[in-house]
Structure formats: structure tokens, C-alpha cells
Nanobody
Framework: QVQFVESGGGLVQPEGSLRLSCAAS????????IGWFRQAPGKERERVSC????????YYADSVKDRFTISRDNAKNTVYLQMNGLKPEDTAVYYC?????????????????WGQGTLVTVSS
């Protein structure tokens, strides 16, 4: 089954920036709505953002609105999450997934599996 590959995480100081990338070999991301999720230690996985179809409609969780920007480059078959103004509470493993529905509540792991994620640590 197709599996996502997330990258771009790392250690960053508060108010710093990172850009995460989401790719999947043999799978055309541009044909699907794609979401970013995160899971902090001891917490459930939460939806962060998603980008819907080629019209580029987007959704952001209130906690990241105005700081994070999701985008897609169909030529590179990649979805990005630009994260600015990072806070310690943004520390988590970030994952991408195929999603469905307004504000992307449905996760379609039948189409592509969760990847290993990429760890983002925000700390001084």
C-alpha cells in the first residue's frame, strides 16, 4: 500500500520557522485532499490543516491559524506545511494523510498509510 513520507522537521527555537514536506511515491497527491496532523507526547493525534482539491481551499485548526500555511506543488507531487512563529506547544510528530469532507474530518488510510512522521521540537 502507498505510504506517505514526511520530512523537514527538526529542533527550532520559539518564534522560529520550519517547512515540512509530504510526499508519496506512485501516488498522485494532486488528485486528493491532503491533511497535516500532529501527535504530541501523551496526546491524541490532532488535525492541523488540510488542502482540498485543485481549487486550493484550506482549513486550519484555531491553534495554528495565521501561523501555518499549507500548499501543494503538483509538479513535485508534494504538499508543504510552512510553520512560522513556532511555539513550544507545537512540539509533536507531524504526519500527512489523505482526507475527505468539509474541513477534512475523514482520514482515508484505505488510500494511503500513515508514514513515520517528522518530529518538530520547539525549544530554547
Amino acid at each position: 500500500q502507498v505510504q506517505f513520507v514526511e520530512s523537514g522537521g527538526g529542533l527550532v527555537q520559539p518564534e522560529g520557522s520550519l517547512r515540512l514536506s509530504c510526499a508519496a511515491s506512485g501516488f498522485t497527491l494532486g488528485s486528493y485532499d491532503i491533511g497535516w496532523f500532529r501527535q504530541a507526547p501523551g496526546k491524541e493525534r490532532e488535525r492541523v490543516s488540510c488542502i482540498r482539491d485543485n481549487a486550493g481551499r484550506t482549513y486550519y485548526a484555531d491553534s495554528v491559524k495565521d501561523r501555518f500555511t499549507i500548499s501543494r506543488d503538483n509538479a513535485k507531487n508534494t504538499v508543504y506545511l510552512q510553520m512560522n512563529g513556532l511555539k513550544p506547544e507545537d512540539t509533536a510528530v507531524y504526519y500527512c494523510a489523505v482526507v475527505q469532507g468539509p474541513n477534512c474530518p475523514i482520514i482515508r488510510t484505505d488510500l494511503a498509510s500513515w508514514g513515520q512522521g517528522t518530529l518538530v521540537t520547539v525549544s530554547s
